[in-house]
């Protein structure tokens, strides 16, 4: 397992109306790029520590490593390219996952056979297929991005602030207007609150008027 | 045979529908607003807040909760692709245990979980769907446009599925060849079918279908 760079903090926001945090972070810096991309996350309900997903046939996991003032550190490795040896799944997925390994036919698995034969017949799991339009921005010496996020086919956006200095982080969150008790929500819990895997937060009506 | 003549929010004999979902609908939703007659003004928009409750083991039942009120429908017959559903059963919160274990929980073709209370509020019934592990709440949110195309009543819709956005269009009528040809004059002729029970498994990944674009 190789890791890929030094774990940065992030803070990310989803919903259909951010767009004032939007509108800020467009007016205080310019677009950098644009990249369409599509991954497969893998979702239990039980499972907080571990995003899961595959991009290109590749298997990676970000590890939630600390928590500190409200942002949240992740740390990511490779697991692997597909077709993905029976025992890295068993040893590596599923204690990821949270859940109990079921009985592995093959050596290795190809994506497909993976999905079909492993993931869909599994009733504590979920998958969401997730195709992404990331925009990228740097600001205050962050990394930041907006992004229109199809999950399952659904629409919803993201902006997200992240850099491996906490501080400036949080001091960037501040020049985009975004208050301090506005919930840091990662990509797994966005996609099982869709999915109802978690519960939505307790004020979700009130929040949509 | 005379055809009914339908008006939008008038209770007519059952209908037939087509609907789907996807991301899109720009052109159909064009189309729809320069080929629609007048619509009353209480049909322009609507905004609602609802409740689907979906389970695995079902795809005939339709069940939902707006305004502490439940409405279940079942699916009757598909007829050149158009589907007729009809009303099985309305109920409001708070409800009687005895209504929802002989009604309700067999709508949703899983184990009846048991029931200790005489009277269940809207939350308890919640917190029930939410302990059964093949059942699942649904939020769901609408802002509708209506219209009324060569006599089937039409709309266009922002739908968010848990916070979620898709687009929904449909048109539905007593008269199959006015949905037919609805659907030829909105070209939309390659679009599944999709009602709302499927759309919502499909986002929430109940299905691992996909919706029309």
Known sequence: MVQESNPRFEFRIFGINIEKAIESL??????LQTRNMNSIYLLTAGNTKNNIKIRDGIMDIKVLEHEVDGLEQWNPYLVGEFPLKSDVIKTVVFPALGIVCPVMEREQYTLNQFLDEVISIDPDLSVAFVKKTRHGYMLNNCIAEIAEVLVNGALIYTLCVESEDAAQVLATKKMLGICSDVENVNYPLALKRIMGLSSLPKNYWDSRD | MTKEQLEIGAISKPRFEF???????????????????????????RFSEEIYIVSKTNDINNTKIRDGKMDIKTFVQSVDGLEQWNPLMKGEFPMQADMLQKEVFP?????????????????EFLDIVHNHADLQAVRVEKERFGYMVNDTICEYANVWINGAMVVSVNSESTEVEDIKKTITDLKLEDAENINYLQAIKRVIGMSNKKLAN
């Open chain 1, 26 to 31: 467009e007016k205080l810096t310019p677009r």
């Open chain 2, 107 to 123: 709508a949703f073709m899983v184990e009846m979980p048991q029931l200790t209370k005489g009277v269940y509020t809207l939350e």
């Open chain 2, 19 to 45: 609907r789907t979902f996807g991301k899109e609908f720009d052109d159909a939703a064009f189309l729809m607003s320069r080929l629609s007659v007048p619509v009353p003004e209480k049909v322009w928009e």
